[in-house]
């Protein structure tokens, strides 16, 4: 190797470097960040960024130079060099890339610790409120009790879904949405099956600000704000305050997906899922249904309204007032939301579904269609 | 004399007679012939893949526009299914594997024929019936619950279609099956003797890789398929949650096959990309021992990454972790290969013809989908791109920039061997431009619209998302249109290509070694390896290159001949006397 190509080569390196920082800072691809935990996926993903600039760069690098520097001439019949290959590179380039990953998972795993993921056996507080099984569930002492206590206090455990449901319908409002479906036990060993995100590190141990139901149907969310028998098609949180959102479905899979959040959860009939997370930002953001659930799911769409607390406040004491006057006012009297059967019946209208059938799907009576089978 | 030469010399006896192209009329029977059964699978699955490109224009048309207004929501999702179920089922596994793998895997080994050849015809002639069923159920309601197929929706969502995709997709699992037999049994008995494990072509150890992880997997689908249809046809409820059933244990089987099987489509295109690079670069595939050995590590790994596809359902947060972590694993052993052919090609005299062009695409476009496997493996970011555009973009990048490339490369390749006769160069390069051109304008521009809130399997998007979407669908225009150069390539090929002889690119492998097309039975009498697979530009072995770190003394340090890595020739009849190092340990 003679002196200018190292030179060449060095540069080539630090270009490289400098254009994939800067695309890991301004790749402008990602909407706003308007949860707490946004920031932090997305610093993960700038570093992801970053790094696959760098690698893209580098082997395209490699396969425009070669195919101008190495094509063969015309007349040149030879072979190239008899190169076989070499152990110290391949070494490298299996640690190179080992490492990096190594590095990503650590990363990955913070981030995740950091939002919530990994908050062990944390279970809802909304399970809590029974006696019997708070102390089993104290936050904290949580690890340990799964561990080493006595086999009956881990079957408790076991019907962490059933728990959450059975607290959730409570609630009227919730009870008239939610369809009583038989709740998944939880594996005996390894925890919740239920996936979730819990409380950030510093909320560890405490109850969630405030709780939202979301139940998820063909092809609307309904979200109900228990003690107040608010029942709304869209959801509003109050800025600054962590929010505990319990989501379940009625009928098929759909997924609760709020792209500035960055979070998204699976809404899995039979199961209770969790997203715990704080908004940080005033505004309207979409909520978008992110698993197929029928003809009509990229119709499945509704708003997350995040407004002040004295906005909020506002909104929750008109919709009480609303909800003395019955459940199906409450809805009416909304003007920016319908009613389930007011949002589906454009669609149902063209599937060629009546109104008794839709009344049906109300899920408190029993036998909606989901159960064909 | 060049390397090819020696080689060729050296199998002057096994070279089988000239006889030409023979009656077509065998290619519509039920032949025994392993390259008759590779060329019934190749067009059976390229028709299946004009199909699916049919079904992919649909749905890209559709999503031209934001609003509902080229088929009806219904007939949305049943494009996408059937186009991802044909696309997956039909064209990609049985391609690669049925297609390439039948007509190469005994020619590279030296072998006459596969170990059971009527099986063999058994596992082709299952395939059109399947894809005629499949095609039939658009006029009963064809299935509309995506390929993924998740219960509850696809138990209420039309019975008849649902039926129909549980019977085709079992029907090609069995074919699979049953292909992933044969290979296994005929690459570990009926290898020429003289080719030790350590000698086999990169797309033999490929193949083997495939096959095992096909055999592994394949029977768990069908359990999970079989299942389904009981929920569906006769009410029990092992997925229904109505009757406490549970949709996550169905996710579990699906994907315990269905992860292992973008391995199953991708590994066979890495094998045929390491044929392709070392020919026309004209020099020895780079580390030919960490290629092979890395496509068993990525054989297993992918058994234990399936729930990344469940990130956000059923999984729990410990789980989470362990499956990102394996998924991230398998980046190594993807990376050696990736870099590996890079070192390939790194100082070669590189034939810029269709095939290589093909190949080297095909890294640079593998490269994107693989590092945006990466991302998707990291926990907290998949939370916020699964099931989203992202993820569109990323399994088109590597089932198109990967498999499909890659089988273009394929076919540029070994056409000139099935056929006997050569490929029009021009048509060949602008079909690579357009393909590029049109693939990258397809598929790029769904990262973004992934990352900014688009959701996948939707017939209307936000407005907001429409100058992206348009670009995308006249990508996907461009992408149609580009298949033409190469059908009309073949068809003029069939007729008017010059004659290809025995070996146009000058290869090693004992495919070359043979007429072309090749006899039935293939050799004349057992082929040997003179030189090793790719044992390019040898014939001075005193060359010794500038390669960082190397000693050329040292097998470990070596990067020439005497490397520890190489493919070696046969002991018992390699053309240069320091490789006859005694006898062969698999002659007698
Ligand atoms: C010819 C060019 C192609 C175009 C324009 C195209 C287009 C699309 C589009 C737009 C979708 C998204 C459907 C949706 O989520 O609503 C899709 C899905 C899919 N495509 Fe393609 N595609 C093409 C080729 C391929 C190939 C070669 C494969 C190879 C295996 C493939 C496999 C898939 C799969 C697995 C899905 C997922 C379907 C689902 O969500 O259930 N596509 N394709
Ligand atoms: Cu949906
Ligand atoms: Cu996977």
């Known amino acids: ?41 997305d610093g993960l993903f700038n570093t992801m960024m970053t790094i696959s600039t760098g690698l893209f760069l580098l082997v395209v690098g490699v396969l425009i130079y070669s195919a101008f520097k190495f094509r063969q001439r015309p007349g040149d019949e030879a072979d190239g060099p008899p190169v076989h290959g070499n152990i110290p590179l391949e070494i490298l380039w299996t640690g190179i890339p080992a ?11 913070e981030v995740y610790n950091a939002i919530g993921g990994l908050d062990p056996m944390g279970h809802s507080p909304i399970a809590h409120s029974k006696a019997a099984h708070q102390m089993a569930k104290m936050p904290g002492a949580a690890i340990a009790a799964t561990l080493d206590t006595p086999p009956d206090s881990i079957t408790e455990g076991q019907t962490r879904n059933q728990d959450i449901q059975d607290q959730a319908v409570q609630d009227p409002a919730t009870a008239s949405v939610r369809k009583d479906l038989p709740q998944k036990k939880d594996a005996p060993t390894l925890g919740t099956t239920s996936p979730r995100i819990g409380p950030t590190p510093e909320n560890q141990g405490m109850p969630p600000e405030f709780v939202v139901n979301a139940t998820g149907l063909q092809y609307a969310w309904i979200f109900t704000y228990p003690d107040t028998g608010i029942v709304s098609g869209e959801l509003h949180l109050p800025v600054g305050r962590e929010v505990l959102l319990n989501i379940s479905a009625n009928d098929v899979l759909h997924a609760f997906w709020v792209p500035e959040y960055r979070l998204k959860q699976d809404a899995v009939p039979g199961r209770q899922t969790e997203l715990r997370f704080t908004p940080s930002l005033v505004g309207e953001y979409p909520v978008i249904c992110a698993e197929l659930c029928g003809p009509y799911h990229g119709a499945m769409k509704t708003k997350v309204i995040a407004q002040t607390e004295a906005d909020f406040n506002a909104w929750v004491a008109e919709q009480k007032v609303a909800s003395a006057e019955g459940l199906g006012a409450a809805i009416a009297t909304n003007p920016s939301d319908r009613s389930t059967d007011e949002f589906l019946a454009p669609y149902t209208h063209e599937m060629g579904i009546h109104a008794d059938l839709l009344k049906q799907l109300h899920p408190s009576s029993e036998g909606s269609h989901s159960s064909a089978s | 004399m060049t390397q090819a030469q020696l080689q060729e010399t050296a199998n002057i006896a096994a070279h ?116 005629i069923m499949l095609m039939l159920s658009f006029f009963v309601g064809a299935p509309g619950s995506g390929w993924t197929s998740y219960p509850p929706l696809s138990l209420v969502n039309g019975k008849a279609g649902e039926a129909i995709w549980i019977l085709s997709v079992l029907l090609l699992g069995t074919s699979s099956i049953l292909a992933a037999v044969n290979f296994l049994v005929t690459i570990w008995k009926m290898r020429v003797p003289g080719m030790g494990w350590n000698q086999m072509p990169l797309f033999v150890w490929a193949m083997l890789a495939t096959s095992a992880l096909a055999l592994i997997a394949t029977p768990v689908l069908a359990g999970a398929l079989i299942l389904l249809s009981f929920d569906l046809i006769i009410g029990t409820s092992f997925f229904n949650p109505t009757g406490g059933g549970d949709p996550i244990v169905y996710q579990h089987l699906f994907w315990f096959y269905s992860h292992p099987a973008v391995y199953i489509m991708i590994l066979p295109v890495f094998g045929m990309i390491s044929e392709i690079l070392p020919v026309h670069a004209r020099k020895p595939i780079f580390g030919y021992k960490a290629i092979a050995y890395s496509s068993l590590a990525i054989s297993f790994l992918g058994l234990i990454v399936w729930a990344h596809h469940m990130f956000t359902s059923g999984t729990p947060p410990w789980l989470r972790m362990f499956f990102m972590i394996t998924t ?97 160069e021009p048509l060949g390069k602008i079909h690579f431009v357009m393909t590029l051109i049109g693939f990258n304008m397809a598929f790029l521009p769904m990262h973004k619209l992934g990352l900014e809130g688009m959701n996948r399997r939707i017939a209307e998007y936000d407005p907001k998302f429409a100058t992206l979407n348009l670009v995308c669908s006249i990508g996907a225009y461009i992408l149609a249109i580009s298949t033409f150069p190469f059908i009309i390539n073949v068809c003029w090929s069939l007729f008017r290509g010059p004659k290809a002889g025995n070996n146009p690119w000058g290869g090693l492998t004992l495919e070359w070694m043979t007429s072309s097309p090749p006899p039935v039975e293939n050799f004349e009498a057992d082929p040997v390896l003179a030189t090793g697979p790719y044992d390019y530009g040898m014939g001075d072995r005193s060359t010794q290159v500038d390669v960082p770190f190397s000693e050329p003394s040292d097998p470990d340090l070596s990067a020439g001949p005497s490397s520890s890595l190489r493919a070696k020739a046969d002991p018992a009849v390699a053309a240069h006397p320091d490789d006859r190092e005694g006898e062969s340990a698999n002659r007698e």
Do not use: C
């Open chain 1, 1 to 41: 190797m003679n002196i200018p190509s190292s030179i060449v080569t060095m540069l080539a390196g630090i270009l490289l470097t400098l254009v994939s920082i800067w695309v890991g800072q301004n790749h402008g691809l990602l909407p706003a960040e308007a949860s707490k935990e946004a920031p932090l996926i």
């Open chain 1, 99 to 109: 490492i990096i990953v190594l590095g990503l998972s650590i990363y990955s795993f």
């Open chain 2, 16 to 131: 089988g007679p000239d006889v030409g192209g023979g009656d077509w009329r065998k290619y519509f029977s039920f032949s025994t012939d392993h390259k008759v059964i590779g060329i019934q699978y190749l067009v059976t699955t390229f028709i299946f893949y004009l199909i699916g490109g049919v079904l992919a224009t649909a749905v890209r048309t559709e999503l031209a526009t934001p609003e509902v207004d080229f088929v009806s929501r219904e007939l949305y999702n049943s494009l996408f299914t059937v186009h991802a179920t044909v696309m997956i089922f039909l064209w990609i596994v049985p391609a690669g594997t049925g297609g390439f793998g039948n007509y190469l895997v005994p020619l590279l080994i030296g072998a006459r024929d596969m170990a059971f050849p009527k099986l063999n015809a058994l596992a082709f002639w299952i395939i059109p019936p399947a894809g």
């Open chain 2, 328 to 424: 991230m694993v398998i980046a190594v052993p993807t990376g050696i290969k990736v870099f590996s052919w890079l070192a390939t090609i790194w100082g070669g005299k590189l034939r810029l013809n269709s095939a290589m062009l093909f190949a080297m695409g095909f890294i640079s476009m593998f490269v994107i989908g693989g590092i945006s496997g990466v991302m998707v493996a990291a926990v907290p970011f998949d939370i916020h791109v699964h099931d989203t555009y992202f993820v569109v973009a990323h399994l088109h990048y590597v089932l198109f920039g990967g498999s499909v490339f890659g089988l273009y490369a394929g076919f540029y390749q070994w056409i000139p061997k099935m056929t006997g006769r050569m490929l029009n």
